[in-house]
């Protein structure tokens, strides 16, 4: 959710620490602050309220200088956004604090500090803490001890990274469900929350395991597990370029990365089709024995990857015959139910780090299911490290907070999973040949609907005074009309709801009048003649509609109904070009109401707290 950056060096860290929270703000941008024990051996530290620019100016009007320092960009769980709540946290002027995750403990813990006589500036959980550490220096602990004594007391999720006046030359660092990542130089070492915040510095990374601790200096490392027991992690070179890419002629990372789609599928599919049929070893090692034994699936995610899951379910059981259930990971954690006999768990995260799928991942294992899979975009994270088979969507880096290319090349690892299940549920090699064929004309074919876009920057007008909409879609256009929904309430701030068609009657069809815009997707398949009729339904109560529609569908404009004609395209992929139009319009409507398009306000990119 936040970001964390730190760096031990023989140079000045605080451009490198600026610069990493830069890359690192899609995380998380209420606050960012940075504490750098200077060359007199003293912490000092500037936290700003606003972006990383507001903290990036007052670096610059009152420079920090020295070479161990620590940063942070936040996202607020615990206190509203302020000067006081921003991290690092300060404790005795001795120790600096940075921290992702949440203290589920933190009020009986400050109780407990207070008592000792520390004071508390913040409304955080963090800053319980940083007080904890410093109780343990005080006791003649060093940094190490007293961070490995302090977390025995935390009970929640936490990457922490620490400094302390009297060790000027190391950052001690440790992680318990919130990802932390080695960063390795000459002369200099590095931390960070995510490996893209290093890139311009380095690229030699390890990855910290769960219950790790880590000390940095400019000269050396160490790492300890869980049991404290020294330990070598693998060091991994990464040579593709991740870190972000500059928006070249877009105005928003947004717009740049709906139109990145036609190439991102086209490497998502690279090397996972044969001729006419998928190649389930893209899956890894262990997937033909694993699918072998495959006789359910049952999906967990969160957010936009939720509404992936959704559709996969009308894949996986309509063309695999395979039993399927989707649940939202925050709910999948907290309830009773009854695990079928060689099950798939299957994750599906953008990140790799969402809090509440990492957290049903490791429940998982210990309920029963067979075997654990993940589709996911980061190759490093934790969910295709703990997970037994991982695909991953190489969508590249995805800086917009409101997901695009990571959704629709989720949508394709989902139909390449559900061709590989088929198949051993008796899918006719003819049939898999259709999909095959369809995937790979899927690039072109987004192309295609990607020249929609001046047409939809038109339709988005009817939207600028618009504070309400509702997004209707029948079959496995429901959920897409539910992503649909999610782009436009995150981005634009209209309230947006998404409806299964055939339900108006039962409900909404009360909040259908003319300041209503319904918005539908309507494929030219076997459910068009159903949909057809419920739109009815809102033109007979005055509503408006705006309708993405086949060419072949039968649609018309009129005074009532704007209409976008999509191309034609196979059932099968439907579901992932009408994706597109919505994106696009979402989009539009946005930059209309003048809000922060890839900054949406309260959200961040990677949900890694519950």
């Given at each position: 959710m936040c970001g964390i950056v730190g760096a031990a060096a023989r140079r000045e860290v605080s451009a490198i620490?600026?610069?990493?929270?830069?890359?690192?703000?899609?995380?998380?941008?209420?606050?960012?602050?940075?504490?750098?024990?200077d060359n007199d051996g003293l912490i000092g530290s500037h936290k700003r309220m606003g972006k990383v620019a507001v903290l990036d100016e007052a670096m610059r009007t009152n420079p920090l200088s020295g070479v161990t320092g620590i940063a942070h960009t936040r996202w607020a769980t615990h206190g509203q956004p302020s000067e006081e709540n921003a991290h690092p946290h300060i404790s005795g002027d001795r120790i600096a604090l940075v921290h992702n995750g949440i203290i589920e403990n933190h009020k009986i813990l400050r109780e407990e500090l207070t008592a000792q006589g520390y004071t508390f500036n913040s409304q955080t959980d963090t800053e319980t803490i940083v007080h904890l550490v410093h109780s343990e220096v005080s006791k003649g602990f060093g940094?190490?001890?007293?961070?490995?004594?302090?977390?025995?007391?935390?009970?929640?999720?936490?990457?922490?990274?620490?400094?302390?006046?009297?060790?000027?030359d190391r950052i001690i660092c440790a992680?318990?469900?919130?990802?932390?990542?080695?960063?390795?130089?000459?002369?200099?070492?590095?931390?960070?929350?995510?490996?893209?915040?290093?890139?311009?510095?380095?690229?030699?990374?390890i990855y910290l395991e769960e219950g790790d601790f880590a000390e940095i200096t400019p000269d050396s490392y160490r790492i300890w597990d869980a049991q404290h027991k020294e330990v070598a992690r693998k060091i991994l070179r990464l040579t593709d370029k991740t870190e972000a890419a500059n928006k070249g002629n877009f105005r928003h990372y947004m717009l740049k990365e709906i139109f990145e789609q036609p190439e991102v599928i086209r490497n998502t599919l690279r090397g996972r089709l044969g001729n006419n049929r998928v190649l389930e070893q893209a899956f890894g090692t262990e997937a033909a024995k694993i699918f072998d034994k495959t006789k359910a699936v049952q999906i967990v995610a969160c957010g936009t990857s939720y509404h992936a899951g959704m559709v996969a379910q009308y894949w996986i059981?309509?063309?695999?015959?395979?039993?399927?259930?989707?649940?939202?990971?925050?709910?999948?954690?907290?309830?009773?139910?009854?695990?079928?006999?060689?099950?798939?768990?299957?994750?599906?995260?953008?990140?790799?780090?969402?809090?509440?799928?990492?957290?049903?991942?490791?429940?998982?294992?210990?309920?029963?299911?067979?075997?654990?899979?993940?589709?996911?975009?980061?190759?490093?994270?934790?969910?295709?490290?703990?997970?037994?088979?991982?695909?991953?969507?190489?969508?590249g880096p995805e800086i917009g907070v409101a997901s695009t290319k990571a959704f629709t090349t989720q949508l394709v690892g989902l139909l390449l999973l559900t061709v590989v299940l088929g198949r051993r549920q008796g899918l006719e090699p003819s049939e898999e040949e259709?999909?095959?064929?369809?995937?790979?004309?899927?690039?072109?074919?987004?192309?295609?609907?990607?020249k929609l876009d001046r047409d939809i920057k038109k339709m988005s007008m009817s939207?600028?005074?618009?504070?309400?909409?509702?997004?209707?879609?029948?079959?496995?256009?429901?959920p897409i009309a539910m992503e649909g929904a999610l782009k436009l309430k995150e981005i634009s701030y209209i309230h947006a709801e998404s409806y299964a068609a055939g339900e108006l009657k039962h409900g909404p069809l009360a909040l259908v009048d003319s300041d209503m815009p319904v918005i539908a997707v309507a494929p030219n398949d076997e459910l068009l003649e159903k949909l057809k009729s419920n739109l009815e339904e809102v033109q007979a109560r005055g509503g408006e509609l705006f309708v993405f529609a086949d060419k072949a569908s039968?649609?018309?404009?009129?005074?009532?109904?704007?209409?976008?004609?999509?191309?034609?395209?196979?059932?099968?992929?439907?579901?992932?070009?009408?994706?597109?139009?919505?994106?696009?319009?979402?989009?539009?409507?946005?930059?209309?109401?003048?809000?922060?398009?890839?900054?949406?306000r309260n959200l961040a990119k990677s949900v890694t707290v519950e």
């Open positions: 620490l600026v610069e990493g929270l830069k890359r690192l703000e899609y995380r998380g941008y209420d606050s960012a602050g940075v504490a750098i024990i940094l190490l001890e007293a961070v490995n004594a302090a977390v025995k007391k935390l009970e929640g999720a936490f990457g922490l990274a620490v400094i302390d006046k009297n060790e000027p992680r318990s469900g919130s990802p932390l990542v080695l960063g390795l130089g000459l002369g200099e070492n590095f931390l960070a929350s995510d490996q893209m915040a290093l890139r311009q510095v380095t690229d030699r990374f059981e309509g063309i695999a015959g395979v039993p399927c259930r989707v649940e939202v990971a925050s709910e999948f954690r907290y309830r009773k139910f009854v695990v079928q006999d060689d099950t798939l768990l299957l994750t599906i995260s953008q990140s790799g780090e969402t809090a509440d799928s990492l957290a049903a991942l490791r429940l998982a294992k210990t309920l029963g299911y067979a075997s654990t899979m993940t589709i996911c975009n980061v190759a490093q994270s934790s969910l295709v490290r703990e997970s037994d088979l991982a695909l991953m969507t190489e969508a259709k999909i095959v064929n369809a995937l790979r004309k899927l690039p072109e074919m987004l192309e295609e609907t990607l939207f600028s005074e618009k504070n309400h909409a509702l997004f209707l879609g029948r079959g496995a256009q429901w039968g649609f018309s404009s009129s005074d009532d109904v704007s209409l976008i004609s999509v191309p034609n395209v196979p059932d099968v992929i439907a579901p992932i070009i009408y994706t597109i139009p919505l994106q696009l319009l979402s989009y539009h409507v946005a930059v209309l109401k003048g809000t922060d398009v890839d900054q949406p």
